[in-house]
């Protein structure tokens, strides 16, 4: 059984983007916070720290998650994936973050680096969505600029279709 | 906002959760999926001395038959749940429910139990289980009990668990011959918590009448609770019947009031969801009859 105490700091390793990085944290702190202020990756956003708003959505271990709902202790060992990683090495936008910026599919673009995440995934899970099942994946975030029809048309074409 | 400081622990077995729940009681919250306890102590609703993380006793991720329960272990996620398809034809209800349960990136991680201990008034899985006449599985240091779902939930966030035990199981009755269910539910945006959601189980006698109905109500007082319609018993599974049902059961309930809906809003919801899902359990329950 593994056990840390309140003020004790913890060493955590875990996988992102394929590199090996590490840690320290207390129990409380936030999966969001550890990537932000201690691995000093800024492109996962924290909107409503509560999993509602869905801009914090990462991949972890393969599932598409809110990182505002877990704690750094909670995922030792684990691997993650987050909007830094989905460009090809040369800076060069994917498919997905191409389709985006060619649909007008962010304005301030504060919720898009969770939206991007969840269709990254969604889009391994079910590769040919239709357009009623892209918005059933994203009645989980919420966008106050686009109306969504725009992200709804992105992942639409980024799947090909 | 950040939660209070508290220790975090990691068992890795039953027996090490029953020796945390002994050391803090009351003073522990127990974590599975984190959906709506992350939310509770991100915004210090909740200030526990110790989070006891369930995530690795993995016998609590185990599904299991018998004759007539399917048993879920705390730690199965609503998504995989909604995956497995014996579960899935083994208990129609749930079927019909988990669509309505959260979103894509909530219920990979979410569980069926933890819906269950958070007791939501709202929530569509203590709905779904009070409806069937489920039950949920307790286990503490001094020993194992079950408790019939429709006397585990007591009000809002409130259920029978005492401070030292943990729900290991819930226990789904399997689908009954000449049986149907349907579900329903209003909410401001699909996989939110419902206004009221409604939920119903019929069996139709040979003679086409009504055998058995289970009305449950969401969202509509402080827990999950299923209506009194013994008088209904032996009536034709008509849609009038149902009508008739969800109309008195409206005028009895006594509704939550809050910011998304009076009381009257509620009743009518019951009166109209209530007649609609009624309505296509009987007419099911029917078709299923005739065909047997």
Sequence with gaps: MLRIKPDQKQRVTLTVNGKLVSGYAQPRLLLTDFLRHEMGMYGTHVGCEHGVCGACTIIIDDVATRSCLRYAVQCDGLELRTVEGLAEPDGKLNTLQKAFNEN??????????????SATKFLQDNPKPDRDEIKEMLSGH?????GYEQIVRAIFQASGQ | ???VAFEYCRPDTLEEVMELLTEFGGDASIISGGVSLGAMLNMRLVRPKALIDINHVLELGNVEFDDATAITGALVRQAAAQKMTSLMSGVPLLAMSLPW???YQTKSRGTLGGSVAHADPSAEIPLTLVTLGGSVTLRSPSGVREVAARDFFHGLLTTDRRPDELITALNWPLRRASTAYAFEEIAQRHGDFAITAVAAEA???????????????GGVEDHPIVADTAEFIGRPATRDTAKEIAEVVADIVDPMVDLQANADYRRQLVRVLGSRVLSSAFNEASAVREAA
């Design chain 1, 104 to 117: 007008g599919a962010l304005q301030c673009g504060f919720c898009t680096a969770g939206i991007l995440m």
């Design chain 1, 142 to 146: 919420i966008c106050r600029c686009t």
């Design chain 2, 1 to 3: 906002m950040k939660p």
């Design chain 2, 101 to 103: 349960v959260g979103h």
């Design chain 2, 203 to 217: 069996t139709v006698a040979i003679d086409g009448t009504l055998a058995n109905v289970s009305f449950g109500l």
